[in-house]
């Protein structure tokens, strides 16, 4: 059977997983789950674990849970490693969305000067983590959600040996949305993807096979944002109707930023805080009900996070590399030369064929005029962050945040990269 190793087990999105796991038991055969976290992580992790332990049990599966601090002897001979962990948890991820807002910049825990602070936390751990699959466990799988995504992925491709595929919940939450506003089941439906990590749109539309896309826009689609985690904004989807391309929720951070900041700001003021603050709610309400004994499913509640259809999009995709079935799922994979205007090594999001040999990006072509250097700019932001974060480069931090789009002047990159340096630097020694 196989052996999987979740990475940030005492994630609150892990009973999520779990449901993914049991579902597919008869096709993937899961003998083991190994949680894995860190010392902070320690009561959490032990909730996870027996409620994971009566997931199971409902079921009568025989399917093994144990939870560990010990990474190592965790990761020796997995199958697949998924990784979503929160490097300084969420009293970090509150500092990242404070930051900024200081500056009149958007405050977020992946766009902006935020995703910055959460990628010179993470990218170190990460390859750490990939250095010892190395070792332990050369030929798994590393499917990564830990954010911001794209660029945890684009660091292990360039650094390490490991194949890595990065992931987020997004796409197969735009695909279900159109399906549900089109009234068009699912498996009708093909949406082509371009762009990057919340940097991306579809672009193309079909449904039985013909290319709609031009009469889609007659329609009013998106009207209300999907994700839970992102404040709506009036007039975002006017934007979809001239673009003729339907923007992930993150956009709304670039083509509304005045309106997200200070609707960030207002939150701030007046006591609700930042998303982390009212995640941190959330997530207290979510493990006194995973404490309850008599539970034994994933419940309703955890729906109030931004991760709806985590684990599909997860487990779905396990299957596919498992069973060699060849089908299509949107991925953050190496470019390959997909999309022409990017370097064959920088990371995309975008349809992939899978297979046991992994995830193949479909050929995509050049990026829509409209947005196109508004990619390019983001991914060479994505780049000088990973430079930063690797070598510990001040200077790659400092153009890093120059080219970020939602970052206006020298003045106030350079002021917001010592903030950022400096708010963490437990997390940064090679700073
Ligand atoms: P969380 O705060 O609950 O953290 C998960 C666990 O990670 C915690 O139990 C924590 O103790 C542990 N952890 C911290 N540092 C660790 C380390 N060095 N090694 C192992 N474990 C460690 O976070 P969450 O809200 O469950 O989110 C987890 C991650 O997944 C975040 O990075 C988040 O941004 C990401 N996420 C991604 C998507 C996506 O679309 N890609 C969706 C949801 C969440
Ligand atoms: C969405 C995104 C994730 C992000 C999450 C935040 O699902 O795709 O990348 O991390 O929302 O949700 P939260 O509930 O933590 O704010
Ligand atoms: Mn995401």
Not at 102 to 121: C, D, H, I, M, S
Not at 289 to 305: F, G, H, M, T
Not at 360 to 385: F, M, N, W
Not at 412 to 428: C, F, G, M, P, S
Request: proline share 4%.
């Amino acid at each position: 059977g196989l052996k999987l190793v979740i990475i940030g087990g005492g994630s609150s999105y892990t009973p999520e997983l779990m449901e993914g796991i049991i579902e597919r038991q008869s096709i993937l055969n899961t003998s083991e789950v190994v949680l894995v976290d860190i010392a902070g992580g320690k009561e959490k992790l032990h909730i996870i674990k027996e409620l994971t332990e009566r997931m199971v049990g409902k079921c009568g599966f025989d399917i093994k849970i144990s939870a560990t601090m010990d990474r190592r002897e965790a990761l020796a001979g997995a199958d697949y490693v998924i990784t979503q962990f929160r490097v300084g948890g969420l009293e970090a991820r509150s500092s990242d969305e404070k930051i900024p807002l200081r500056y009149n910049t958007v405050g977020q825990e992946t766009t902006g000067p935020g995703g910055f602070a959460k990628a010179l936390r993470t990218v170190p751990v990460i390859l750490e983590i990939a250095e010892e699959m190395e070792e332990l466990c050369p030929d798994a799988w590393l499917i990564n959600f830990t954010n911001p995504s794209g660029i945890v992925t684009e660091a292990v491709n360039t650094y390490s040996s490991i194949r890595c595929i990065g992931l987020c919940n997004v796409p197969i939450n735009m695909e279900r949305h159109l399906s549900e506003q089109l009234n068009v089941p699912a498996d009708r439906l093909y949406c082509e993807f371009a762009g990057l990590n919340h940097l991306s749109w579809i672009t193309k539309v079909y449904v039985d096979g013909v290319n709609k896309t031009d009469a889609l826009f007659e329609e009013a689609l998106f009207k209300e944002n999907i994700m839970k985690n992102i404040p709506s904004v009036n007039g975002s989807r006017e934007v979809v109707n001239i673009l003729k391309l339907i923007p992930s929720p993150y956009l709304d951070y670039y083509f509304f930023e005045k309106e997200m900041v200070k609707e960030e700001q207002e939150s701030l003021n007046n006591g609700k805080g930042t998303r982390a603050d009212k995640v941190k709610e959330v997530e207290k309400e979510l493990f006194e009900l995973y404490k309850d004994p008599a539970l034994n499913i994933k419940p309703v509640q955890l729906s109030e996070r931004g991760g709806s259809l985590y684990s599909e999009a997860a487990l779905s995709l396990i299957q596919s590399i498992h069973t060699n079935d060849g089908r299509i799922h949107v991925l953050n994979v190496r470019n390959n030369g997909a999309i022409s205007d990017l370097t064959e090594d920088s990371v995309i999001e975008t349809n992939c064929i899978v297979n046991k040999s992994g995830a193949h990006p479909v050929a995509a072509g050049k990026l829509p005029e409209a947005v196109r250097s508004l990619v390019i700019s983001v991914k060479q932001y994505e780049k000088y962050t990973i430079q930063a974060a690797v070598n510990g480069d001040r200077a790659a931090g400092f153009k890093a945040l120059l080219n970020h789009p939602l970052v206006h002047g020298a003045d106030t990159a350079q002021a917001l990269l010592e903030e950022i340096i400096e708010a963490n630097k437990t997390y940064l020694p090679n700073f």
